[in-house]
């Protein structure tokens, strides 16, 4: 099929004077673009996940070296107080690592869940769109 434009920029389906565009090669390239187009997406997500993860991975390690330190402290200071008030020092910071790990290994997993899922739906609304292109043409 051939769309020509006229003078008067008139369009009209026979190709009797103007210039000619091809239709099929216009959804060719429309095809083409439009993958490009869903694989320069789906990479810049891809690279944003690994990012999102290694920065993730460093703060979980930060994290724990900041736990060893103040339990070594903890346990620096345990040999200067009273026995008994230690114990309850020790014990309450014990906990307070525990819950922190705790939330910092929920956030990490939340994180990189969220992270898939749009991954999912970014390639999953390109392909419909893509496909939906193609059944057009």
């Given at each position: 099929?051939?769309?020509?434009?006229?003078?008067?920029?008139?369009?009209?389906?026979?190709?009797?004077?103007?210039?000619?565009?091809?239709?099929?090669?216009?959804?060719?390239?429309?095809v083409?673009?439009?993958?490009?187009?869903?694989?320069?997406?789906?990479?810049?997500?891809?690279?944003?996940?690994?990012?999102?993860?290694?920065?993730?991975?460093?703060?979980?390690?930060?994290?724990?070296?900041?736990?060893?330190?103040?339990?070594?402290?903890?346990?620096?200071?345990?040999?200067?107080?009273?026995?008994?008030?230690?114990?309850?020092?020790?014990?309450?910071?014990?906990?307070?690592?525990?819950?922190?790990?705790?939330?910092?290994?929920?956030?990490?997993?939340v994180?990189?869940?969220?992270?898939?899922?749009?991954?999912?739906?970014?390639?999953?609304?390109?392909?419909?769109?893509?496909?939906?292109v193609?059944?057009?043409?």
């Open positions: 099929m051939c769309i020509s434009y006229s003078s008067s920029r008139s369009r009209s389906s026979s190709s009797s004077s103007g210039s000619c565009i091809e239709v099929e090669v216009v959804v060719v390239v429309v083409v673009v439009a993958k490009t187009a869903a694989s320069v997406a789906v990479l810049v997500v891809v690279v944003k996940v690994i990012v999102v993860i290694v920065v993730e991975v460093i703060v979980v390690i930060v994290v724990v070296v900041v736990v060893v330190v103040v339990v070594v402290v903890v346990v620096v200071v345990e040999e200067v107080l009273v026995v008994g008030v230690v114990v309850v020092y020790v014990v309450v910071k014990v906990i307070v690592v525990i819950v922190v790990i705790v939330v910092v290994a929920v956030v990490v997993v994180v990189v869940v969220v992270e898939v899922v749009l991954v999912v739906g970014v390639v999953v609304v390109v392909e419909v769109i893509t496909t939906v193609v059944l057009v043409s």
